[in-house]
Nanobody, 115 residues
């Protein structure tokens, strides 16, 4: 069983920064692509950023140049550094991993950007 636990969310003013973390229950990150998604109230869940096992990254256009996804395979942890936050970044952020067709999600962490 795979367990993913996100942390690091909170309330931040526009222009501020947050770093989200996602810890996995086992050594699953090193061999799989891992991703951050987000879902705002009334909207569909959307991909924010993804990093492959080889370290290749891709970002949603809305967060490019502001967000950075990284991974630490030793700590079984993935991070999302979010800078220059905007009110439209307000969402629940979820950690995601796809292991041979089985998709796993964390429970999410709330990020609220507001003055």
């Amino acid at each position: 069983q795979v367990h993913l636990v996100e942390s690091g969310g909170g309330l931040v003013q526009p222009g501020g920064s947050l770093r989200l973390s996602c810890v996995a229950s086992g050594s699953i990150f090193s061999n799989n692509a891992i991703a951050w998604y987000r879902q705002a109230p009334g909207k569909q869940r959307e991909l924010v950023a993804i990093i492959t096992s080889g370290g290749i990254t891709n970002y949603a256009d809305s967060v490019k140049a502001r967000f950075t996804i990284t991974r630490d395979n030793v700590k079984n942890t993935m991070y999302l550094q979010m800078n220059s936050l905007k009110p439209e970044d307000t969402s629940v952020y979820y950690c995601n991993v796809n292991i041979r067709g089985s998709v796993y999600w964390g429970r999410g962490t709330q990020v609220t950007v507001s003055s």
